[in-house]
């Protein structure tokens, strides 16, 4: 048996700066599909140096799912960084998340380099934003509807936020192109990080979104990290204009602290956000940004304002918890990472795996852990560690080969 070697920083990121930021964009009108893409391939083009746009697959109609890259380097890959993605406009009709992730990748760029907080992230982490998930519903949808169906589900008349594969589900039905594209993005990249952006209420939703019940409602379907989750829904909301004060929209509503777990306000079976925890590494809120799901464009300017400190902090707390590199010493002053390495937390029933490159992230709350990696042909290592404040190292395990 070999033995691993575990480089391991313990990070924890509860920060709150001020800046004097440059924030010229024009909030005065939507952008509809073409809009967006000449808008994405702008900004790719004048910053290459911190952007990248991808196309993560295609809708029903052949429209692109663009994504684009923000990092310090993004046309080379950056394996100690971790990966975050911003995704929204799952629902076509629900707009307001599809504006301010748009808004979000002006101000990343234009602010790079001037403002600290902005440069910060950009730095440390590898940003992936996609504003619409469904460009066909968006185009079939109306300014000034507030609660209507229109353009909310795809070209196909399938909600996507009810197409993912489920847990509590006996059997899935065959999965829409967007639904596919998503899974294969998710699958094939270390996400560590994710929030999915709705409309028509003003909360952050956190996992479980449905139970082996299906009870309608009122069913707490906690996760084995419930208290993470709860942290990074309250950390969002608590950034956010009002979203903390528990706004109530129009059907009486009301969620304290601005949080709710998924199922506990109505059970979603197939939903993304379970897809990425229980699928991948990544873990995953869903936003509801706004009581109107498509509100007059004279309303975008305040949706800005209030939700652009709650993206900035939410995209912050990846950098939470047990970050590392898993490495085999076949030769002394040499290493290899290790791929494939289960990461498990003592009394915590979920793992995350390191990377093909041998980096993982395991997101934690203050606290002391017991954490054991393993991987097929080597020994297991188990260390203390605790996780605090601030960014501490923990002194590296001796190794022998």
């Not at 924030?23 to 790719?44: M, P």
């Not at 399938?158 to 967007?178: A, C, G, M, Y």
């Not at 993470?228 to 979203?243: C, D, E, G, P, Q």
């Not at 990425?276 to 799901?293: A, G, P, Q």
């Amino acid at each position: 048996m070999r033995v691993l070697f575990i480089l391991s920083v313990i990070c924890s990121l509860f920060i709150c700066q001020t800046w004097q930021d440059i924030d010229s964009i024009d909030t005065s009108h939507y952008h509809n599909y073409d809009q967006l893409v000449t808008y994405l391939k702008r900004y790719s083009r004048d910053y290459p140096a911190i952007t990248k746009l991808v196309s993560v697959g295609r809708s029903v109609h052949g429209r692109d799912l663009w994504a684009i890259r923000i990092t310090d380097h993004a046309s080379i890959e950056e394996p100690s960084e971790p990966m975050v993605k911003l995704i929204a406009n799952m629902h076509g009709n629900e707009a307001v998340g599809r504006q301010v992730l748009i808004y979000l990748v002006q101000y990343l760029c234009e602010n790079y380099g001037w403002d600290p907080r902005v440069t910060q992230i950009v730095d440390s982490t590898d940003l992936w934003i996609m504003p619409s998930m469904n460009p066909d519903g968006f185009e079939a949808a109306r300014e000034g509807e507030c609660s209507g169906v229109t353009g909310r589900r795809n070209a196909n008349g399938v909600d996507l936020n009810r197409d993912f594969p489920d847990q509590f589900r006996e059997s899935d039905p065959p999965i829409e192109p967007e639904t596919a594209s998503i899974i294969e993005w998710v699958e094939a990249n270390p996400f560590v990080l994710s929030v999915n952006l709705h409309g028509g209420a003003v909360v952050a939703s956190y996992p479980y979104d449905d139970s082996f019940s299906h009870k309608l409602s009122g069913f707490y379907s906690a996760t084995p990290d419930d208290e993470v989750f709860k942290h990074l829904a309250s950390s969002f909301s608590n950034a956010h204009a009002t979203m903390h004060t528990g706004v109530e929209c129009e059907r009486n509503e009301v969620f304290p602290g601005g949080i709710t777990n998924g199922a506990y306000w109505y059970d979603v079976p197939g939903g993304m956000e379970d897809y990425n925890y229980l699928h991948s590494n990544c873990f995953e809120i869903t936003v509801e940004l706004s009581c109107c799901k498509y509100p007059p464009a004279a309303q975008l300017a305040a949706e800005w304002e209030a939700n652009k400190p709650a993206l900035l902090t939410y995209v912050e707390m990846v950098h939470m918890g047990v970050r590392g590199y898993v490495a085999n010493i076949a030769v002394r002053g040499t290493d290899r990472g290790v791929k494939d390495a289960v990461i498990r937390i003592a009394g915590v029933d979920h793992n995350v795996t390191s990377t093909s490159d041998g980096y993982y992230w395991r997101l934690l709350l203050p606290g002391s852990y017991e954490v054991t990696v393993t991987a097929e042909g080597y020994y297991d290592v188990t260390r203390s560690v605790t996780v605090v404040g601030d960014a501490v190292t923990v002194e590296n395990p001796s190794v022998m080969v």
